[in-house]
C-alpha cells in the first residue's frame, strides 16, 4: 500500500484546512486509518483513528471538536477537516494504516505511512 497525503499549507489561526490521504497498491477497506503529527523538535504523536468501516473514531483531546476524520471506501481515501486551527496545530501531519484500530493510537500500530504534508498556523 502507499499512501500519499495531501492538503497541508500555512494558515492563521483559527482558519481550516482538510488533509487528504489517497491510497494505491491495495484497497483501505480492510485497515483502520489515522493521521499522526509531528512537530518540529518533538516526537511524533497519535491525533485521530478511523475504524475500517468508519462506523468508530478516536480523537486526542486537544483536537476533540476541532478535528474530523472521515473516509470513503470506495475513493480509497482518508480526510481530516481540521477547523479553529492553533499554532499548536503546527506539525508535519502523516496519514497510516493498520490492521488494528486501538493498536493504531501508537507507531507500533502502523503498517504503512504515507509521506508528510506540512501545516503551519500562523497567530
Known amino acids: 500500500v502507499q499512501l500519499q497525503a495531501s492538503g497541508g499549507g500555512l494558515v492563521q489561526a483559527g482558519g481550516s484546512l482538510r488533509l487528504s490521504c489517497a491510497a494505491s497498491?491495495?484497497?483501505?477497506?480492510?485497515?483502520?486509518m489515522g493521521w499522526f503529527r509531528q512537530a518540529p523538535g518533538k516526537e511524533r504523536e497519535f491525533v485521530t483513528a478511523?475504524?475500517?468501516?468508519?462506523?468508530?473514531?478516536y480523537y486526542i483531546d486537544s483536537v476533540k471538536g476541532r478535528f474530523t476524520i472521515s473516509r470513503d471506501n470506495a475513493k480509497n481515501t482518508v480526510y481530516l477537516q481540521m477547523n479553529n486551527l492553533k499554532p499548536e496545530d503546527t506539525a508535519v501531519y502523516y496519514c497510516?494504516?493498520?490492521?488494528?484500530?486501538?493498536?493504531?493510537?501508537?507507531?507500533?500500530?502502523?503498517?504503512?505511512w504515507g509521506q508528510g504534508t506540512l501545516v503551519t498556523v500562523s497567530s
Open positions: 497510516a494504516a493498520g490492521p488494528n484500530f486501538l493498536r493504531l493510537r501508537s507507531v507500533s500500530g502502523v503498517r504503512y
Open positions: 478511523i475504524s475500517w468501516s468508519g462506523g468508530s473514531t
Open positions: 497498491g491495495r484497497a483501505l477497506s480492510s485497515y483502520a
